[in-house]
T-cell receptor
Framework: GQQLNQSPQSMFIQEGEDVSMNCTSS?????WLWYKQDPGEGPVLLIALYKAGELTSNGRLTAQFGITRKDSFLNISASIPSDVGIYFC????????????FGDGTTLTVKP | DTAVSQTPKYLVTQMGNDKSIKCEQN?????MYWYKQDSKKFLKIMFS???????INETVPNRFSPKSPDKAHLNLHINSLELGDSAVYFC??????????FGPGTRLLVL
């Protein structure tokens, strides 16, 4: 079945630093999604990408849909303490009955 | 004006018991899901319903039975609970096949 490798598994950074994380797949997707899970809450959608090569921003967050359709990247600029949480990538292929495959998450810790 | 709600938020029970978790969405979405998040935070899909019809059924023990009385509700019943069932269970709904809106989760602890 499809597998997503998300890296890094965890990050410890200083407030103000930029963050990069990525997700790679063994097969292609035609939608990539990035979610953030705050402690004790459910995941919340940050950015959705629908086209290979697409670059989309949401405030300090920027995500890209890789040209090969097998990878995606998320960057966070000028991190702040409330960026703490788990970031999940998810890939979907629209003939797969609505199923998204989730990566294993990147846990971000921001030190003030 | 909660979008996706789940009850209960916490559930502590003994091994062997039967329990249910309820989920409701007021977003008008056609598709609903159940996910299990284990202690390592891995998020795995269990079931998906579209307009009350089961469309995804991952490899889940048949002690787990979802029920969708209408497209706004998707409940999860678990029979003969085991220690390994301890996890956080998330309900989600979707207006289309990709973007999903998650509930706050139900933290199940089996003793």
């Amino acid at each position: 079945g499809q597998q997503l490798n998300q890296s890094p598994q965890s990050m410890f950074i200083q407030e103000g630093e930029d963050v990069s994380m990525n997700c790679t797949s063994s097969s292609i997707f035609n939608t990539w999604l990035w979610y953030k899970q705050d402690p004790g809450e459910g995941p919340v959608l940050l950015i959705a990408l629908y086209k290979a090569g697409e670059l989309t921003s949401n405030g300090r967050l920027t995500a890209q849909f890789g040209i090969t359709r097998k990878d995606s990247f998320l960057n966070i600029s000028a991190s702040i303490p409330s960026d703490v949480g788990i970031y999940f990538c998810a890939g979907a292929y629209n003939t797969n009955a609505g199923k998204s495959t989730f990566g294993d998450g990147t846990t971000l810790t921001v030190k003030p | 004006d909660t979008a996706v709600s789940q009850t209960p938020k916490y559930l502590v029970t003994q091994m062997g018991n039967d329990k249910s978790i309820k989920c409701e969405q007021n977003l008008g979405h056609d598709t609903m899901y159940w996910y299990k998040q284990d202690s390592k935070k891995f998020l795995k899909i269990m079931f998906s319903y579209n307009n009350k019809e089961l469309i995804i059924n991952e490899t889940v023990p048949n002690r787990f039975s979802p029920k969708s009385p209408d497209k706004a509700h998707l409940n999860l019943h678990i029979n003969s609970l085991e220690l390994g069932d301890s996890a956080v269970y998330f309900c989600a709904s979707s207006p289309m096949q990709e973007t999903q809106y998650f509930g706050p989760g139900t933290r199940l602890l089996v003793l």
